[in-house]
């Protein structure tokens, strides 16, 4: 990507979760650039108007589901291989095999606390960012 920041879309209903997630990133220093919709369908308009390199999805959300939007994702040409996240407070094996199943490339549960988030932020940047082959 010839050093242009990053980009990922932050997909999650919960003000109070976004704003933990977009704080992380900015306090552990990462170079990737945060945008947020707050449903599914607001997703899928913007992820078909604009490329993102990561995708950041919460499985509950009213209207149509994280699930379901992955599985959408998947089917596109433009996102089918985007890396996608799941970021959950279900820690139930049966939403983590689902998402996988559903061609998620990675499940994490939300942190209980800010410092819980910076840590995810951290280590989501160190291997994303500076560890993986981006598609």
């Known amino acids: ?18 704003r933990f997630v977009m704080r992380a990133f ?17 997703a899928s308009d913007r992820l078909d108007a604009e490329a993102f390199d990561y995708i950041l999805l919460d ?7 994280g699930m379901e939007l992955l599985k959408r994702l998947r089917g596109r040409p433009r996102t089918a291989v985007t890396p996608v996240i799941m970021l959950s407070s279900s ?25 819980g988030y910076r840590e995810f932020a951290e280590g989501f940047t160190r291997f994303w960012v500076d ?3 981006a598609p």
């Open 1 to 18: 990507m010839g050093g242009s920041a990053r980009k990922l879309i932050v997909v999650d209903d919960d003000p109070v979760d976004v």
């Open 26 to 42: 900015s306090d552990a220093g990462s170079p990737i650039e945060i945008t947020h919709a707050a449903d599914a369908e607001a």
């Open 59 to 65: 499985i509950n959300m009213p209207g149509v589901s």
């Open 91 to 115: 820690s139930n094996t049966a939403d983590v095999s689902r998402a996988y199943e559903n061609g998620a490339n990675a499940y994490a549960v939300k942190p209980s606390t800010l410092s």
């Open 131 to 133: 560890v993986a082959v």
